[in-house]
């Protein structure tokens, strides 16, 4: 079983804050998504990052893909209430589509 | 924006029921899955689906569970005889293609909320 482990499970941060969520593991990924989930909803794709050192950007959020690839952080700079949701990442160990997910990070930002 | 929609968004069945959860891929897409997400837990594989048939599945996906593809647009789930820990949400995806990469989207629909009793 490869396992994602992200940290930390909550968070709970004023408007303004800059923030950063970890997703951990033993084991090399070949790709890696961050997935942002509302209660009742599925999953919605963020980003995907498949280089090892790989930095993307998405207006606030950054992604970043560890160099030996078993490892992302997503930083949020100047959370807003709108940010609040469950953050997941979700990563793909050889070329087949079975994503292992990691149990998320609940973020609240309170204004 | 393309959306998967599944159906029910939820079901309450009697233990040792058959369900039946059906799902509408993106037109077109080739790739098919099944997750599920036990309250407070994580999203969990359970199959894939390409081509009229499993191209891979987790253990959990046991002799209980089968997936259909009857036409050109649906994409079932059913299990065959429900447990109470089958009791989950479970989301329907579908990608144009295999793998994760830029530019390859895998997207969930809403879910299914069951409820086994």
């Known amino acids: 079983t490869q396992l994602l482990e992200q940290s930390p499970q909550f968070l709970s941060i004023q408007e303004g804050e800059n923030l950063t969520v970890y997703c951990n593991s033993s084991?090399?990924?070949?790709?890696l998504q961050w997935y942002r989930q509302e209660p009742g909803e599925g999953p919605v794709l963020l980003v995907t990052v498949v280089t090892g050192g790989e930095v993307k950007k998405l207006k606030r959020l950054t992604f970043q893909f560890g160099d030996a690839r078993k490892d992302s952080s997503l930083h949020i700079t100047a959370a807003q209430p709108g940010d609040t949701g469950l953050y997941l990442c979700a990563g793909v160990r050889t070329s087949g589509s079975r994503l292992t997910f990691g149990e998320g990070t609940q973020l609240t930002v309170n204004p | 924006e393309p959306e998967v929609t599944q159906t029910p968004s939820h079901q309450v069945t009697q233990m040792g029921q058959e369900v039946i959860l059906r799902c509408v891929p993106i037109s077109n897409h080739l790739y098919f899955y099944w997750y599920r997400q036990i309250l407070g837990q994580k999203v969990e594989f359970l199959v894939s689906?390409?081509?009229?048939?499993?191209?891979?599945k987790s253990e959990i996906f046991d002799d209980q569970f089968s997936v259909e593809r009857p036409d050109g647009s649906n994409f079932t789930l059913k299990i065959r005889s429900t447990k109470l820990e089958d009791s989950a949400m479970y989301f329907c995806?579908?990608?144009?293609?295999?793998?994760?990469?830029?530019?390859?989207?895998?997207?969930f629909g809403e879910g299914s909320w069951l409820t086994v009793v």
């Open positions: 995806a579908s990608s144009l293609r295999q793998g994760l990469f830029s530019g390859n989207t895998i997207y």
């Open positions: 689906f390409y081509n009229n048939e499993i191209s891979e």
């Open positions: 084991s090399v990924f070949s790709s």
